[in-house]
Structure formats: structure tokens, C-alpha cells
């Protein structure tokens, strides 16, 4: 995986570390043991992504820091799941999000933690990963950022142990390759607000990045390879709105590096404010990798909600 994903991955990341919510195990009496309650699940999840996708769209930092809750404030989830009887499993999950904001400086850390053994008893998941998130801003245009991400897969020394025991099969192993270990990356640089006006906001920023990988490499002596690698990143998030029914925004992720070459993301998307019950979102996403065989992906998605 290129260090390109970092940009949209830590963004996705900062979302999910949200302040936890609570909610009945199930929507009506006897809803669980009929599965009622998991399909109702099921349409949340599909709910929540669709107003998640227009939440995005609307880009609540385009006027800049002037809204922002100032201070130290936060949230932390927690989940466990442990069964026994036809199966012995377990799933334990952990994230948490800290900010702090202070006048023109805005700060975030995140952290995550999983860990999940299968029906079997096994452990399948062990994952650690942590995400900053900083803007300090000189006046109302100018700014810097700072952004920064690690990511730990313990399964990948669990699949190497099993390995060097013999009892993972020849597919075990071929998939094994190029799995990585530990994945860090950390980039900087200064931003600037081209137009900020209620109707049309357009910010550019670019900078730095360094990124530190551990991945498999069975020519290694200990099977893991590390390497650390200079990437150079830049951004564009336009938005306009045509009228309080309409509204436009384009948004470009640019990086590069030696070996992984260049990968540029870019996402359209319109959106109409029907009435009050109703709004559509039409979006067009391009993405392109130098070092794949077929470099360019390109996925349209449409998006509708409808209250009464």
C-alpha cells in the first residue's frame, strides 16, 4: 500500500474516534431472538453512511477555525464480546479522541485498539493505530498543518511465528508477502486560503512527509524489512454554492515519492437541497496509481435522503 492512502485514511480515522454513543440491544420486545434487531442494524449502517457521505460534503472547516470549540474536550469508547458454548470468542475494542483548542491553534489525538480471537479460541485481530491532527493559523488565510498516523498489525509476527513452525500452507505464505508490520507516516506544511467568502471557499496546502514501513520480505534475514522514504503532499478543497438549494465542491489529494511514485485522488460532487424532506448528492471519484497495471479507478455514487 502507498503512502498516499495516509491522507483520506487518517481523515476516516479522525471520524470514527467520535465520542460514544449508547443504544437499547434491541428495538421492540423479541426483536433479538426473531433478528429484527440485526437487519435494523443493518439499515443504521446504511443510514449513517449516507449522512455521513453529506456531512463530508458540506467540509465544516472551510470558513476556518472561527466556530471551534475552544479547550480540552474528548471521548472514549469501549466494547467487549466474549462467547462460549457452540464457539469461544472474543472481540474487544478501544478508541478514544482527545482535542485541544486554543485561538488559532487546533490540535487532535486519536488512538485505537482491537483485539479478537475466533471461534476457535484463536487470535485473529491485534491492531494498534493513532492519528494527530494540527492547524495553527497566522491570520485568517494563512495556516500549517501537521498530519500524522501509525499504524501496528501484531497478526503479521503471529503469521511469521506460525510459519517458522510449519503450520501455515504454501497460499498461507505467498499472501504473507509485502504484509506490513508497522506503518507510520508524519507530514507538514504551510496552507493558504485562496477565496473565503460565504459562497465560494477554495484552500490549497502542501508540504513533506516521511513514512516508515515494516513489512515481510522473506529475502530479509529476520523476514521483515524496514525502510523510510520521503514523500512530498499536496491538497485543494473547493466549494461553492450556487444557491441555498445548490452546491458544488472538488476536492484533490496529490502525493509522491520515490518508489511509490505518484497517486492522486480527486472526488466532484453536487449536491441538491430539494426541499426541506429531500436532498441528492452526485459524486465522481478518480483515482490513479502510477506503479498498478491499470493506474486509474473511477467510481460514480449517488446519494439520496428522504424524511417525512
Known amino acids: 500500500m502507498k503512502a498516499v492512502a495516509l491522507l483520506a485514511g487518517a481523515s476516516a480515522i479522525a471520524a470514527a474516534l467520535s465520542a460514544p454513543a449508547f443504544a437499547q440491544t434491541e428495538i421492540a420486545t423479541g426483536a433479538n431472538v426473531s433478528g429484527v434487531s440485526d437487519v435494523n442494524d ?10 455521513d457521505d453529506f456531512a463530508r ?4 472547516d472551510r470558513f476556518g ?9 474528548g471521548g472514549v469508547s469501549l466494547t467487549y464480546a466474549g462467547s462460549t458454548g457452540n464457539d469461544e470468542s472474543q472481540d474487544f475494542a478501544l ?10 491553534f487546533a490540535q487532535s489525538v486519536g488512538l485505537g485498539m482491537e483485539f479478537g480471537e475466533d471461534d476457535d479460541g484463536d487470535k485473529d485481530k491485534e491492531e494498534v493505530y493513532a492519528i494527530y491532527d494540527a ?3 497566522f491570520n485568517d488565510r494563512f495556516y500549517a498543518f501537521a498530519l500524522g498516523r501509525i499504524n501496528t498489525d501484531g497478526m503479521v509476527q503471529e503469521d511469521l511465528d506460525d510459519m517458522e513452525d510449519g503450520l501455515l500452507t504454501q497460499e498461507e505464505i505467498d499472501e504473507l508477502e509485502g504484509e506490513k508490520k508497522r506503518d507510520a507516516f508524519l507530514g507538514f506544511g504551510p496552507g493558504y486560503r485562496i477565496i ?26 529476520d523476514n521483515l524489512r524496514s525502510e523510510t ?3 512530498y503532499i499536496a491538497s485543494s478543497r473547493f466549494y461553492h454554492r450556487f444557491n441555498d438549494m445548490i452546491f458544488l465542491t472538488n476536492d484533490t489529494d496529490y502525493l509522491t515519492s520515490d518508489s511509490a511514485g505518484d497517486e492522486i485522488t480527486n472526488e466532484l460532487g453536487l449536491n441538491f437541497k430539494m426541499s426541506d424532506q429531500m436532498a441528492t448528492r452526485i459524486s465522481y471519484s478518480t483515482e490513479y496509481q502510477e506503479e498498478r497495471a491499470i493506474r486509474t479507478d473511477n467510481t460514480l455514487g449517488v446519494s439520496l435522503v428522504y424524511g417525512f
Not at 460534503?57 to 465544516?60: G, I, L, P, Q
Not at 477555525?65 to 474536550?73: K, T
Not at 513514512?211 to 534475514?221: A, I, K, S
Open 42 to 51: 443493518r439499515i443504521d449502517d446504511v443510514q449513517e453512511a449516507v449522512e
Open 65 to 73: 477555525p472561527q466556530d471551534r470549540r475552544q479547550g480540552l474536550f
Open 196 to 221: 473565503n467568502t460565504p459562497d465560494t471557499t477554495w484552500r490549497v496546502q502542501a508540504g513533506v512527509g516521511v513514512r516508515y514501513t515494516q513489512q515481510v520480505d522473506f529475502d530479509e534475514n
Open 135 to 137: 492547524q495553527y493559523y
Open 95 to 104: 478508541a478514544g479522541r482527545m482535542s485541544y483548542n486554543q485561538g488559532p
Open 229 to 231: 522514504e520521503t514523500g
Open 57 to 60: 460534503s458540506n467540509d465544516a
